[in-house]
């Protein structure tokens, strides 16, 4: 997260500096994007970020149609604007026009992976981290919910340690609910309680704020059912 502010100032600057930028506008997009993604800014200010990023991202493709970075950023306005579909073309797009680049076949691998996707969506993720390891290790989180609703509970396990984002509420929850399947409870309440230092209100608004994020309904109660075996009192559930 402290990354995003510090580049936040930086694009609007280089946007100042050279409104004919196209990559310039296109990094403002995904840093407005990033602030709604790790839940910086309050709920309240998403849906006019989301407009200002919706703009960014669109002048960065009039000004340069055929750049796969405008494509990008168009792809990840989009998924947040709930345009599962839409934004699943333009990561393609992304791709195509650029499959050298390990982060845009991550990018277009993750959204497969929200969608329940596994076999599109895993040989990119490997094929990504084959080509470049130090890709953020956010995008582990899918290949971690491959095994997990495979009933692979070790390569789970295994997937959910790599993931260094240790601010990440859902870091930890990940991890709980491998520990849980693993019947390690003692383990996985201790990550269930990480989780909640860092959201307080995890248990009410878990739900709601994986469906918002656009994961697959059906991987969702995998989730809670994992979250709840580790002590986690989810309201509505049972």
Same mark, same amino acid.
């Given at each position: 997260?402290?990354?995003?502010?510090?580049?936040?100032?930086?694009?609007? $600057? /280089?946007? =100042? #500096?050279? &409104? +004919?930028?196209?990559?310039?506008?296109? %990094? @403002?997009?995904? *840093?407005?994007?990033?602030?709604?993604?790790?839940?910086?800014?309050?709920?309240?200010?998403?849906?006019?970020?989301?407009?200002?990023?919706?703009?960014?991202?669109? $002048? /960065?493709? =009039? #000004?340069? &149609? +055929?750049?796969?970075?405008?494509?990008? %950023? @168009?792809?990840? *306005?989009?998924?947040?604007?709930?345009?599962?579909?839409?934004?699943?073309?333009?990561?393609?797009?992304?791709?195509?026009?650029?499959?050298?680049?390990?982060?845009?076949? /991550?990018?277009?691998?993750?959204?497969?992976?929200?969608?329940?996707?596994? %076999?599109?969506?895993?040989?990119?993720?490997?094929?990504?981290?084959?080509?470049?390891?130090?890709?953020?290790?956010?995008?582990?989180?899918?290949?971690?919910?491959?095994?997990?609703?495979?009933?692979?509970?070790?390569?789970?396990?295994?997937?959910?340690?790599?993931?260094?984002?240790?601010?990440?509420?859902?870091?930890?929850?990940?991890?709980?609910?491998?520990?849980?399947?693993?019947?390690?409870?003692?383990?996985?309440?201790?990550?269930?309680?990480?989780?909640?230092?860092?959201?307080?209100?995890?248990?009410?608004?878990?739900?709601?704020?994986?469906?918002?994020?656009?994961?697959?309904?059906?991987?969702?109660?995998?989730?809670?059912?994992?979250?709840?075996?580790?002590?986690?009192?989810?309201?509505?559930?049972?």
């Amino acid at each position: 997260t402290r990354e995003v502010f510090y580049f936040a100032p930086v694009s609007e $600057r /280089a946007v =100042e #500096l050279d &409104p +004919g930028y196209a990559a310039a506008h296109a %990094a @403002l997009a995904i *840093v407005k994007i990033e602030q709604i993604r790790w839940r910086i800014v309050a709920p309240a200010e998403w849906p006019p970020l989301l407009d200002s990023a919706l703009g960014s991202a669109k $002048r /960065a493709l =009039e #000004l340069a &149609p +055929g750049d796969p970075f405008g494509f990008q %950023a @168009l792809h990840h *306005v989009q998924w947040l604007n709930g345009q599962v579909e839409q934004s699943i073309a333009l990561a393609e797009r992304a791709y195509a026009l650029n499959p050298n680049d390990p982060q845009l076949k /991550a990018d277009l691998g993750f959204r497969y992976g929200m969608r329940a996707d596994w %076999a599109r969506a895993a040989p990119l993720l490997q094929q990504a981290y084959a080509e470049d390891p130090q890709l953020s290790s956010i995008y582990r989180s899918m290949l971690m919910l491959e095994h997990y609703t495979a009933g692979r509970y070790e390569q789970a396990f295994a997937e959910a340690r790599k993931i260094d984002l240790a601010d990440f509420s859902y870091t930890h929850v990940l991890l709980a609910i491998s520990y849980a399947k693993l019947g390690l409870r003692d383990q996985a309440s201790a990550s269930v309680r990480r989780a909640l230092a860092l959201e307080p209100r995890l248990a009410e608004r878990v739900q709601a704020d994986l469906l918002g994020r656009n994961i697959h309904p059906e991987l969702v109660p995998a989730i809670l059912d994992g979250l709840e075996t580790g002590g986690l009192q989810i309201p509505g559930r049972r």
